[in-house]
């Protein structure tokens, strides 16, 4: 049977999303979340289910009955031949990896952590990097979902909504259940090192082509990067992974431990941002390794912060970086998180950021104690004029009037949602600015 309990307090990993639900439920079948749906239907309640809460905007937020999926955490079907594997949705990514491991299998491509549920990992579009390579709603080749009238629908690679369900924003339903297309597992070499931003955009096309996954970060008011290249190693070459002290210095010290101090000191001064950027940018060394893929893939990251991102045509990333350049040379505003890009390919998803078109994608990220109204604003007026599609789970304040110009599948997503959830039983105000009333 579902627990239940009455309300209290939910909030996301950053800190700046709360909402107070009437009722938190944690069902452990696609019945049991069939009939919260129609019981909060009936009630005149609205649904949202919940995963990790490391979406930055109010997407999973909800004054109605809150439905955390932790209990569907299990794999259901394996055929390793194929490489598709069947899970209960509320899975996490970091569970999954294991569960892949045991298979010999992997996931093609993860983003930066891993504690996401793989159904709100989907519902947002969450992605990597790799130029050849897509997010991870790419991989979804079925699910089951449970409508707002409480029906229970298998949608597979045929069915008229498979376009829509991938990247669903959580506004078609609840899904309980997801097949993935995974590959053979594999090893990636990984190097990281700094590098001069100008140096690193004149070799950016090569670099982009070149590499598996090829990402940099650039330390804002200064010109210093670190740039990473992981590669897919071949078979039989041995595990190298990184040292435990070069761990603890770089991972935990440098990037985690230093680094909220550094945040917490900056606060009171935030004019020594630009020396403190430099500092840093010179401090992280050039390290390689080699790993299993979510290890290299997947970084601690203990220093909470908020986040803004924007998926741009690939070929518009040098004009907007020096967009940005310009804005920092002129702002009073001093930052002191890295901005981090990151590639994709174009993929068919209708709400994808990367629909139809090779993207890159620019992430800027404040400290979670220092209002970033101002930063993410200027960033957003950028990533807009070169055409920016804004990550469904990272903070942006665009509505469906700009967003239905960004995506051309975006009214046949909205006629699906009308069959999926006629009553709008998974509405919230998030929705509502983004999809339309
Ligand atoms: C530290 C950090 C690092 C991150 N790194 C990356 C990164 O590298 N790349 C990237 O793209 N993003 C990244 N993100 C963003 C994150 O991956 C997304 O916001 C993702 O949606 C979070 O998953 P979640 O399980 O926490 O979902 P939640 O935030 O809890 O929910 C997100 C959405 O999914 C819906 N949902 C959840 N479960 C279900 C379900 N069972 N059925 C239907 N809808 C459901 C919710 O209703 C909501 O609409 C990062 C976030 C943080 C905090």
Same mark, same amino acid.
């Given at each position: 049977?579902?627990?239940?309990?009455?309300?209290?307090?939910?909030?996301?990993?950053?800190?700046? *999303?709360?909402?107070?639900?009437?009722?938190?439920?944690?069902?452990?079948?696609?019945?049991?979340?069939?009939?919260?749906?129609?019981?909060?239907?009936?009630?005149?309640?609205?649904?949202?289910?919940?995963?990790?809460?490391? /979406?930055?905007?109010?997407?999973?937020?909800?004054?109605?009955?809150?439905?955390?999926?932790?209990?569907?955490?299990?794999?259901?079907?394996? %055929?390793?031949?194929?490489?598709?594997?069947?899970?209960?949705?509320?899975?996490?990514?970091?569970?999954?990896?294991? @569960?892949? %491991?045991?298979?010999?299998?992997?996931?093609?491509?993860?983003?930066? #952590?891993? &504690?996401? /549920?793989?159904?709100?990992?989907?519902?947002?579009?969450?992605?990597?990097?790799?130029?050849?390579?897509?997010?991870?709603?790419?991989?979804?080749?079925?699910?089951? =979902?449970?409508?707002?009238?409480?029906? #229970?629908?298998? @949608?597979?690679?045929?069915? &008229?909504?498979?376009?829509?369900?991938?990247?669903?924003?959580?506004?078609?339903?609840?899904?309980?259940? *997801?097949?993935?297309?995974?590959?053979?597992?594999?090893? =990636?070499?990984?190097?990281?090192?700094?590098?001069?931003?100008?140096? =690193?955009?004149?070799?950016?096309?090569?670099?982009?082509?070149?590499?598996?996954?090829?990402?940099?970060?650039?330390? &804002?008011?200064? %010109?210093?990067?670190?740039?990473? +290249?992981?590669? +897919?190693?071949?078979?039989?070459?041995?595990?190298?992974?990184?040292?435990?002290?070069?761990?603890?210095?770089?991972?935990?010290?440098?990037?985690?431990?230093?680094?909220?101090?550094?945040? +917490?000191?900056?606060?009171? +001064?935030?004019?020594?941002?630009?020396?403190?950027?430099?500092?840093?940018?010179?401090?992280?060394?050039?390290?390689?390794?080699?790993?299993?893929?979510?290890? #290299?893939?997947? /970084?601690?990251?203990?220093?909470?912060?908020?986040?803004?991102?924007?998926?741009?045509?690939?070929?518009? $990333?040098? %004009? =907007?970086?020096?967009? $940005?350049?310009?804005?920092?040379?002129?702002?009073?505003?001093?930052?002191?998180?890295?901005?981090?890009?990151?590639?994709?390919?174009?993929?068919? #998803?209708?709400?994808?950021?990367?629909?139809?078109?090779?993207?890159?994608?620019?992430?800027?990220?404040?400290?979670?104690?220092?209002?970033?109204?101002?930063?993410?604003?200027?960033?957003?007026?950028?990533?807009?004029?070169?055409?920016?599609?804004?990550?469904?789970?990272?903070?942006?304040?665009?509505?469906?009037?700009?967003?239905?110009?960004?995506?051309?599948?975006?009214?046949?997503? $909205?006629?699906?949602?009308?069959?999926?959830?006629?009553?709008?039983?998974?509405?919230? &105000?998030?929705?509502?600015? @983004?999809?339309?009333?």
């Amino acid at each position: 049977m579902s627990t239940t309990w009455q309300s209290s307090t939910w909030q996301n990993w950053g800190r700046n *999303v709360r909402s107070h639900p009437t009722r938190v439920v944690e069902p452990r079948s696609s019945d049991e979340v069939a009939a919260v749906v129609r019981a909060g239907a009936e009630a005149g309640l609205v649904v949202k289910a919940v995963g990790a809460g490391h /979406s930055f905007t109010p997407i999973a937020a909800t004054d109605g009955i809150l439905a955390s999926l932790r209990h569907l955490d299990r794999l259901l079907h394996h %055929d390793v031949a194929t490489g598709r594997v069947t899970v209960q949705a509320g899975i996490s990514l970091h569970a999954l990896n294991r @569960v892949l %491991d045991g298979l010999g299998l992997a996931l093609p491509n993860l983003g930066d #952590v891993d &504690p996401q /549920s793989v159904a709100g990992a989907v519902s947002t579009g969450t992605h990597g990097t790799g130029a050849r390579l897509r997010g991870i709603a790419a991989a979804v080749v079925g699910a089951r =979902l449970v409508t707002g009238t409480g029906d #229970v629908v298998d @949608v597979d690679e045929q069915h &008229p909504w498979f376009g829509a369900v991938r990247v669903g924003l959580g506004a078609l339903g609840v899904l309980t259940e *997801v097949t993935l297309q995974c590959v053979p597992a594999f090893l =990636l070499r990984a190097r990281e090192e700094p590098a001069r931003l100008p140096a =690193l955009l004149a070799a950016l096309p090569e670099l982009v082509e070149a590499h598996d996954h090829m990402e940099f970060y650039w330390f &804002p008011h200064t %010109d210093r990067a670190l740039l990473k +290249r992981n590669d +897919r190693v071949p078979e039989g070459t041995e595990r190298r992974p990184v040292g435990r002290v070069r761990h603890l210095l770089d991972d935990e010290l440098l990037s985690n431990g230093a680094f909220e101090l550094l945040n +917490r000191a900056v606060r009171l +001064r935030p004019s020594v941002i630009p020396r403190a950027n430099e500092l840093s940018g010179s401090l992280l060394g050039a390290r390689e390794y080699v790993d299993h893929s979510h290890a #290299v893939f997947v /970084s601690p990251r203990r220093v909470r912060f908020v986040e803004s991102e924007f998926a741009v045509p690939r070929e518009a $990333l040098p %004009d =907007l970086i020096a967009a $940005l350049q310009r804005w920092f040379s002129r702002t009073d505003e001093r930052v002191s998180f890295p901005i981090e890009v990151r590639f994709a390919a174009d993929d068919d #998803v209708w709400l994808s950021t990367a629909h139809d078109r090779d993207s890159a994608y620019v992430a800027v990220h404040q400290y979670h104690r220092t209002d970033p109204t101002a930063y993410f604003a200027a960033t957003q007026d950028i990533f807009t004029a070169h055409e920016g599609r804004p990550h469904w789970g990272k903070m942006h304040t665009l509505d469906a009037s700009y967003l239905a110009e960004r995506y051309p599948r975006f009214e046949d997503f $909205l006629a699906v949602r009308e069959d999926a959830d006629p009553h709008r039983t998974f509405a919230n &105000p998030y929705l509502q600015r @983004v999809l339309g009333p």
